[in-house]
Structures are given as structure tokens and as C-alpha cells.
């Protein structure tokens, strides 16, 4: 009798751990891989942007009749090619504001602030497409963390494209959601002299936080068990763990000036996050939370005020 009690138990313990490898592989496929082709399909990305942004048009279409929307791919260490778009401003300048798109977009959809810095303000640009996004090659999105050492060579290839005749570079790099949380994680490394300052817009505090609010969200589940087994697995493929992607850490590190924008009323990537990512950062830094914007609207929604934010931030430095 005893030995058939403890055949059971060894059969539903077997039965529970099938169950959360299953529920693991689901959960780091359904987070990662790209079921929707991760902002491939650049002509549907142009007809969203021209959409939200028709005044934009007329810009984007003079860039690419005058082959100015520069196609630029580089070769990383794991032999795979990141694409990204190089845009000279329309004068001779040492100033580069560096893109970085969100989760399920690509370098296009950026191009809403690339007018706004290009057109407006006189910036050279580069806004490349993250790992798996875009026409960038990857397996699966690194949610910024490991984007940050593909972002961190396209500033060292700004740093040497854009400098002025006096040797004299001035980057800023502007993140959205996932390119937010890139930001940050750029910001915890040693950056060139050149990069002045981060700007980073409803970035989340770390994957795990985002991913565990998802799964309570989404699903109506804790993070025990499922978060752990996945993280786990996500470093077994991978090679990252959610735990580690702590951009509250990344932001603890960072000595540059940092401007926070968050939506007052993101739900997706929460508004609390800001407040937290804010107290963490030492330094110069400014908040700026968009009255009644939902995740990744703000600018959309407060055009004129997030602009001047962005511009009396950088005026500043």
C-alpha cells in the first residue's frame, strides 16, 4: 500500500511538472516569438504611421524619393545582420538622436519622432530595427536586454558617421515601450562621451514585472510557479532570465541625464512603473506623465506639450 501511495504521488508530480514545461514553452513562444512577424511587413508599419501621422507624409515620401532613407545593416557576433534606417540631417551637424522602436514594431514606426528631431530640430538619424523585428534576423525578441549591445554598436556607427568638421558628436537616445526599457538598459552601460542624455517613454521596470502583470492580466495567473519555470527556460534558449532584465538597476547605474515620459493612464506597461524607474535614477532627470494617455500614446496624444518637453529637456544639458 505504501509503495502504490508513493507511485501516485511520483505519477502526479511527474504529471504536474509535464504540465508547467508545456505551460513554460507556451508562455516564452507566446511572449518572444514572432507570431505576427514582429513589424516585418514594412508596408502595412507605413500605413499605420500615415494613418496616426498623415502630416508626416510628404517628409517621409521626399526622403525616399531622394534616397535619403539610407538602408545600413551590420553583422553581430552571432553572424546574424540588424538593419537599421540612416537619415543625414538636412545640414551638416554633429547632433544624432538614436530611435528605438517598441515590441512588435520596427524602425518605421518611429519615424513619427524621427520628423519631429530630423525636421524640426536639425538631428542626424538612426533608428535601427531590435533583434527579430523589422528586417532585422533573430529567433525570438530580447525585450531590450540584450538589445542593448546591438544599440550600443549603432552609437559607436553614429558616433563616427555624424561627427562635425570639429570632431564634436552630440547623441540622444529616445526609446518607446520595449525601445524604452532598450534605453535604460543602454543607459546602465558605459556609454561614449558622445551620448548626452536617455530619453525613455513607458518603458517597464524590469521583464519580469511587465511579464508577471501580463500573466495576471491576461491569463488571471500568479507568478508561481509558471514565471520561474519560464525564466528559467528563456535562459536555457536564450541565454537571458526575466530577473535579470532589471532595468530599475540599469537606471541605478546611469549618470547621464534621463527624461521619464509615461502615459497617465497606461495600463499595458502600468503608470506606477515611472515612479519607481524615476526614484531610481541618480542624477539630472525630469518626469513627464501625459494627462489621460494610454501606452505608447503620448506623444500622439499631447503632440505640442511632448515636444516641448523633449526640447527644454535637451536645451538643458
Same mark, same amino acid.
Given at each position: 500500500?505504501?509503495?502504490?501511495?508513493?507511485?501516485?504521488?511520483?505519477?502526479?508530480?511527474?504529471?504536474?511538472?509535464?504540465?508547467?514545461?508545456?505551460?513554460?514553452?507556451?508562455?516564452?513562444?507566446?511572449?518572444?516569438?514572432?507570431?505576427?512577424?514582429?513589424?516585418?511587413?514594412?508596408?502595412?508599419?507605413?500605413?499605420?504611421?500615415?494613418?496616426?501621422?498623415?502630416?508626416?507624409?510628404?517628409?517621409?515620401?521626399?526622403?525616399?524619393?531622394?534616397?535619403?532613407?539610407?538602408?545600413?545593416?551590420?553583422?553581430?557576433?552571432? %553572424? &546574424?545582420?540588424?538593419? =537599421?534606417?540612416?537619415? +543625414?540631417?538636412?545640414?551638416?551637424? #554633429?547632433? @544624432?538622436? *538614436?530611435?528605438?522602436?517598441?515590441?512588435?514594431?520596427?524602425?518605421?514606426?518611429?519615424?513619427?519622432?524621427?520628423?519631429?528631431?530630423?525636421?524640426?530640430?536639425?538631428?542626424?538619424?538612426?533608428?535601427?530595427?531590435?533583434?527579430?523585428?523589422?528586417?532585422?534576423?533573430?529567433?525570438?525578441?530580447?525585450?531590450?536586454?540584450?538589445?542593448?549591445?546591438?544599440?550600443?554598436?549603432?552609437?559607436?556607427?553614429?558616433?563616427?558617421?555624424?561627427?562635425?568638421?570639429?570632431?564634436?558628436?552630440?547623441?540622444?537616445?529616445?526609446?518607446?515601450?520595449?525601445?524604452?526599457?532598450?534605453?535604460?538598459?543602454?543607459? %546602465? &552601460?558605459?556609454?561614449? =562621451?558622445?551620448?548626452? +542624455?536617455?530619453?525613455?517613454?513607458? #518603458?517597464? @521596470?524590469? *521583464?519580469?514585472?511587465?511579464?508577471?502583470?501580463?500573466?495576471?492580466?491576461?491569463?488571471?495567473?500568479?507568478?508561481?510557479?509558471?514565471?520561474?519555470?519560464?525564466?528559467?527556460?528563456?535562459?536555457?534558449?536564450?541565454?537571458?532570465?526575466?530577473?535579470?532584465?532589471?532595468?530599475?538597476?540599469?537606471?541605478?547605474?546611469?549618470?547621464?541625464?534621463?527624461?521619464?515620459?509615461?502615459?497617465?493612464?497606461?495600463?499595458?506597461?502600468?503608470?506606477?512603473?515611472?515612479?519607481?524607474?524615476?526614484?531610481?535614477?541618480?542624477?539630472?532627470?525630469?518626469?513627464?506623465?501625459?494627462?489621460?494617455?494610454?501606452?505608447?500614446?503620448?506623444?500622439?496624444?499631447?503632440?505640442?506639450?511632448?515636444?516641448?518637453?523633449?526640447?527644454?529637456?535637451?536645451?538643458?544639458?
Amino acid at each position: 500500500m505504501k509503495y502504490k501511495s508513493l507511485g501516485c504521488l511520483m505519477l502526479l508530480l511527474g504529471l504536474v511538472l509535464l504540465v508547467l514545461l508545456g505551460g513554460s514553452v507556451y508562455m516564452l513562444n507566446y511572449s518572444l516569438v514572432p507570431a505576427n512577424n514582429y513589424g516585418r511587413d514594412y508596408n502595412l508599419k507605413y500605413r499605420q504611421l500615415f494613418a496616426d501621422y498623415p502630416e508626416i507624409r510628404p517628409w517621409v515620401d521626399s526622403l525616399r524619393k531622394a534616397h535619403a532613407l539610407r538602408d545600413t545593416f551590420i553583422t553581430n557576433a552571432d %553572424g &546574424e545582420r540588424h538593419h =537599421a534606417f540612416l537619415i +543625414a540631417a538636412p545640414h551638416p551637424t #554633429g547632433r @544624432t538622436a *538614436v530611435l528605438v522602436h517598441g515590441y512588435t514594431d520596427c524602425a518605421v514606426s518611429m519615424l513619427h519622432l524621427g520628423y519631429f528631431y530630423h525636421h524640426d530640430l536639425g538631428y542626424n538619424l538612426l533608428l535601427p530595427d531590435l533583434h527579430a523585428h523589422g528586417k532585422s534576423e533573430g529567433r525570438a525578441a530580447q525585450m531590450g536586454w540584450k538589445d542593448r549591445w546591438d544599440v550600443l554598436r549603432w552609437i559607436a556607427i553614429a558616433d563616427s558617421l555624424y561627427r562635425d568638421s570639429t570632431a564634436h558628436a552630440e547623441i540622444v537616445v529616445h526609446g518607446i515601450s520595449m525601445g524604452a526599457a532598450t534605453t535604460m538598459a543602454v543607459a %546602465g &552601460e558605459k556609454t561614449p =562621451a558622445s551620448v548626452k +542624455a536617455f530619453i525613455e517613454d513607458c #518603458g517597464y @521596470t524590469s *521583464v519580469w514585472d511587465e511579464f508577471a502583470d501580463q500573466l495576471h492580466e491576461q491569463f488571471g495567473l500568479p507568478a508561481f510557479p509558471l514565471m520561474y519555470t519560464t525564466s528559467m527556460l528563456c535562459r536555457l534558449k536564450y541565454g537571458w532570465s526575466f530577473g535579470e532584465a532589471s532595468m530599475v538597476e540599469a537606471v541605478r547605474r546611469c549618470q547621464k541625464p534621463m527624461l521619464f515620459i509615461h502615459g497617465g493612464h497606461d495600463t499595458f506597461v502600468p503608470t506606477r512603473m515611472v515612479f519607481t524607474l524615476f526614484q531610481a535614477k541618480p542624477g539630472r532627470k525630469s518626469l513627464y506623465l501625459a494627462h489621460g494617455s494610454i501606452h505608447a500614446k503620448s506623444h500622439h496624444d499631447h503632440k505640442a506639450e511632448y515636444q516641448e518637453r523633449v526640447v527644454r529637456f535637451l536645451n538643458g544639458l
